[in-house]
């Protein structure tokens, strides 16, 4: 079963209202008898991850942010910028996913899960899509696997899995070693901070397929859960709390956009950027957050319902895809500190509240669903980089909404 969210106008006042120039927040049989993946969050209403490129198998159907809500968007308002604008078409995202599932029907979550005997193994694949552009023109290379990894990694632990290990495949034209040891240490960094083992990985040199100096990467994540392990929000009830965990900026989603924005703001990488203390291309660059430890810390102390990743789709997208149907989200406005380089963004962009919301993290990296008790547990438990927020709650109805 597929449901579309769709965004009230007080979460648009709400985000518009929260974004600040504030400073930084700082062993089983295998049993191969039963070849499919079993996907418990078949509920998806996210269709692209805002990374720059489709990854339509992690989702199934495009949120109807202003049909559901009647809504203006930029689009129709004929002003400001949006993902389509810096060409990323959704709706070509779409189609293809419609495609997908007729194909694949079971195909959906943040990860995949496989039986074996009383486990499910847990898979997720993605890559960083256009933030490459930005390593290749401001030289940082060495924070860039960490990306790679942290983007499959945290998918999977939504449904609770502790990852076992990673692979990665580096393509390039011609292969410049010095390059690509630096990309592969940001893995193996990676691959530390989720207490899980680079496997093995595929480095293809293709002649004239890439530009002179540049690459791509692709990365691929396994973990395991016990079957009555599993993490999929059927519990999830009305009352429960929102726990939002920091993010360190824009991670890897949306730089399509960010890199549109940057053109026409007229700013260099190296400029500072307005209200904070680091340049602009130090901020876009920073390493996105890896959650395994902490998330799965938290999950060992019990009563974790629900987990949503915020990549692509943002917070209208991806929190209701971890709820059963018929319940929604209400945000607490001014909650959590919205970092300064989502506010650059959005004014040098001239972009809507709406397109925000569906394509950038605005701070927040994973939001956990528990209920109140947790809830407690958890913002006494959380301090400094391991910090957390209570920015909502669960309530009737489908769709993000705001509570001051």
């Known amino acids: 079963m597929t449901t ?6 007080e979460l648009s006042q709400c985000f518009s209202n929260t974004v600040k120039p504030l400073s930084k927040i700082c062993n089983s049989n295998l049993n191969l008898s039963l070849p499919k993946y079993v996907c418990f969050q078949e509920k998806i209403g996210a269709s692209l991850m805002a990374s720059g490129h489709l990854c339509a198998r992690n989702s199934r159907k495009n949120s109807a942010i202003s049909s559901m809500s009647g809504i203006q968007t930029t689009e129709d308002k004929g002003k400001g910028l949006t993902y389509k604008d810096a060409g990323v ?28 005997g009383n486990s499910y193994l847990v898979a997720g694949t993605d890559g960083v899509g256009t933030k490459l552009k930005l390593a290749f023109e401001t030289g940082i290379h060495d924070t860039i696997g960490i990306d790679l990894v942290a983007m499959s990694v945290n998918d999977i632990i939504t449904s609770g899995a502790k990852p076992l290990f990673f692979l990665d495949y580096f393509a390039t034209s011609h292969l410049d070693v010095d390059l690509a040891e630096k990309v592969i240490k940001g893995i193996v960094d990676g691959c530390q901070q989720s207490d899980c083992v680079l496997l093995g990985g595929e480095t293809a040199e293709m002649p004239d397929f890439y530009a002179d100096g540049e690459y791509d990467l692709s990365g691929f994540a396994v973990g395991i859960v016990e079957k009555d392990s599993v993490i999929d929000g059927k519990n999830i009830t009305v009352g429960d709390v929102l726990i939002g965990l920091p993010s360190s900026g824009v991670h890897s989603n949306g730089f399509s956009l960010v890199r549109r924005v940057i053109k026409e703001s007229g700013l260099s990488l190296k400029d500072k950027l307005p209200g904070d203390s680091v340049t602009l291309g130090e901020a876009l660059m920073a390493p996105t957050v890896i959650y395994v430890k ?13 987990i949503a990743h915020i990549t692509g789709g943002g917070f209208t997208d991806n929190i209701p895809r971890v709820f059963p149907k018929g319940l929604g989200a209400a945000i607490y406005k001014d909650s959590w500190n919205v970092l300064p380089v989502f506010k650059w963004i959005q004014e040098a962009g001239e972009i809507e509240d709406v397109e925000m919301m569906r394509t950038f993290n605005m701070g927040i990296g994973m939001v956990l669903v528990v209920d109140k008790e947790a809830a407690i547990r958890i913002l006494d438990d959380t301090n400094g980089a391991c910090s957390a927020y209570r920015i ?13």
């Open 4 to 9: 579309t969210c769709g965004v009230k106008l």
């Open 89 to 116: 078409d959704i709706d070509a995202g779409s189609e293809l996913v419609k495609r997908i599932a007729k194909m694949a029907p079971g195909i959906g979550g943040f990860g995949g899960l496989f039986p074996l």
């Open 294 to 306: 902490q998330v799965l810390d938290i999950i060992k102390k019990g009563r974790v319902k629900g």
């Open 392 to 404: 909502g709650e669960v309530v009737t109805g489908e769709g993000v909404s705001c509570l001051s």
